[in-house]
């Protein structure tokens, strides 16, 4: 799984929703992960990435699934 010193491969957005896309290299070989986040300012005005979704961002994050659905089907191919 991802470190936090990897950078994503790609990232795909919407709204305020981000899906990372991670490469890993496994016993099986390459192969990618997904994490989505969504940015929360706090009260003291520090940032942090949410991994936990309301109502109203689930239509959100059905667009930069699809998106990293298809970059992975893509890019996996090339790679095997």
């Not at 994490?35 to 005005?45: E, I, L, N, W, Y």
Request: proline share 4%; aromatic share 14%.
């Amino acid at each position: 799984m991802a470190t936090s010193t990897q950078k994503p491969v790609h990232v795909f957005r919407c709204g305020g929703i981000s899906a990372s896309i991670w490469q890993n290299v496994g016993a099986y070989g390459l192969y990618f992960t997904v994490t989505f986040s969504r940015p929360v300012k706090d009260q003291a005005g520090e940032w942090h990435n949410f991994r936990a979704f309301t109502l109203r961002d689930l239509d959100a994050i059905a667009f930069p699934n699809a998106q990293a659905k298809e970059w992975i089907a893509a890019n996996a191919r090339q790679s095997a």
